[in-house]
């Protein structure tokens, strides 16, 4: 049994734009409530939770819905055209609102002796990062030691104007709300339309591939989903959205650029997919193979006890290292700037480009020596990257930065081709919807919780982050040990078999 990469990979397009979505969802919005609307970081987490909580219904509901439809199009594809379509259309509106915020702030957007003096003569109330609570400003430097500041790479920049910045826009926001009432309004229809197709694309993949071969295809879909990411990054450097100086810049072209290749994505999917064509002959090919080794071909009726067990402790073990992992790319916009002092958008690709080249390697590496090995190998990989960048801090040798950024993307690569295949392992080929909705149920449920509670411990110290993410992702790795069911079954293969199964 061989695996068509031609296909799978123009299934990845589905997954590659929403990728690409999230990657500047979560890098760009954390920063908009923050920096423009002047959020706290637990109450900017209930917002960035917002996704996650319509998940824990959409998703089970869509893929469930996704089960039973059968268009012209097939099972899938019609969420995925409608949703993106949508989703588009609610981004482009997103970035109304945030010019609408931006044009407030205008006054101290740029770091210059006028916009330094507004902020100190407004009189605001900060909270500084190394005070037991909040302060006057006047309390806690003169005003000619803050007129002063002349850089970005000034200590005064990340210790007074930024937290000064953050106390005028939550003024600026409570003396009139409208754009944020918008904001959060469009986004709420924004988040509705990612979830009604997010298992509906992922679920496509195990549709069209026979279960033997699903890590290596997850691979590939992954590495679609990573290109999406690291595009995106490309972007964000591009257009300049880490840099210091452009925390209060309009994301309008941003958000255009975003959608625009959301598009291009989905007419891609559109033209090259025939996805009932091709589900039909997966399911031939997979009843052949059964078949041709002896095997039962009557589906099973449900899970014995033991595979019950392993699904739940798979499912644990997703929200485990959920929890660790989402903290960091949800805060990490935020964290690069007030504590390593670097752009976001260096290291997260460096983490995105380290799995692009670790996917398919994974994929293959799963075959022969079995997916919970892998599972169990790439969660030391990202407890050890993380824990040590519990240590990092603002001057920091960068090769060590990416160094820890390039295994924590390697070990995310291993985690991530093994674990989604696991559950759907454990499916019947007529619920692999159902199956999808558990398994992101499981992780949006740990995104809901994450955010929220990362962000509580960083307003206390803001350091928390790294250990909080260590702690989640090592405990992972004690509830994957029990796993007993879901994983493949390793073949040795010589000859011209062996090389065959490497293409």
Request: proline share 4%; glycine share 8%; hydrophobic share 50%.
């Amino acid at each position: 049994m061989k695996l068509n990469n031609r296909r799978t990979l123009f299934v990845g397009f589905a997954f590659f734009l929403i990728c690409v979505f999230w990657q500047a969802y979560d890098a760009i919005i954390p920063k908009i409530l923050t920096d423009k609307f002047g959020m706290v970081q637990s109450l900017s987490g209930v917002v960035m939770a917002f996704d996650n909580v319509l998940a824990l219904f959409l998703l089970p509901l869509f893929g469930s819905l996704s089960d039973r439809v059968n268009s012209r199009l097939g099972k899938r594809t019609p969420f995925i055209l409608v949703g993106t379509v949508v989703a588009v259309i609610s981004l482009l509106l997103l970035s109304r609102a945030d010019a609408m915020q931006t044009e407030r702030l205008e006054a101290v957007s740029e770091l210059n002796e006028a916009a330094l003096a507004e902020l100190y003569d407004a009189d605001l109330t900060v909270s500084l990062s190394d005070e037991a609570g909040k302060v006057k400003l006047s309390d806690a430097i003169t005003r000619e030691e803050f007129l002063a500041i002349e850089d970005y790479e000034d200590a005064g920049y990340t210790t007074y104007v930024v937290p000064a910045r953050q106390a005028y826009a939550a003024r600026v926001r409570d003396a009139d709300p409208k754009p944020l009432i918008l904001f959060v309004s469009v986004l709420f229809v924004l988040l509705v339309a990612m979830g009604t197709f997010r298992s509906p694309a992922v679920a496509l993949m195990p549709d069209v591939t026979p279960k033997p071969l699903r890590s290596r295809a997850n691979a590939i879909i992954n590495l679609m989903g990573a290109v999406g990411g690291i595009l995106v990054l490309g972007l964000g450097v591009v257009f300049g959205t880490g840099k210091a100086g452009n925390a209060l810049m309009p994301f309008g072209g941003y958000f255009g650029t975003v959608g625009l290749v959301m598009l291009v994505a989905l007419v891609l999917f559109l033209l090259l997919v025939r996805e009932k064509k091709w589900a039909a002959e997966a399911q031939a090919q997979s009843s052949a193979e059964r078949e041709s080794e002896g095997e039962q071909t009557a589906p099973r009726k449900g899970l014995s006890r033991a595979e019950l067990r392993s699904l739940l402790l798979i499912l644990t073990s997703a929200v485990l290292w959920f929890m660790g992992y989402n903290a960091v790319t949800s805060k990490y916009s935020v964290y690069a700037g007030q504590v390593l002092g670097l752009d976001f958008n260096t290291t997260l690709t460096i983490a995105s480009a380290a799995a692009i080249v670790s996917y398919i390697p994974v994929g293959a590496i799963a075959s022969k020596v079995g997916r919970k090995k892998c599972i169990l190998a790439g969660v030391v990989m990202l407890a050890v990257s993380f824990g040590a960048a519990s240590f990092i801090r603002q001057g920091a040798p960068i090769w060590l930065v990416n160094v820890l950024f390039a295994l924590a993307g390697m070990g995310w690569a291993t985690i991530n081709v093994n674990s989604y295949p696991m559950v759907v392992e454990l499916s019947r080929d007529s619920d692999i919807g159902r199956y999808t909705g558990f398994y992101y149920t499981a992780t949006m449920a740990a995104q809901t919780v994450t955010p929220i509670l990362s962000g509580f411990l960083m307003d206390i110290r803001f350091t928390l982050l790294f250990p909080y993410a260590t702690l989640f992702v090592a405990a992972a790795f004690v509830t994957m040990l029990f796993v007993k069911h879901g994983d493949n079954k390793p073949t040795e293969k010589v000859g011209v078999e062996a090389f065959d199964a490497m293409e």
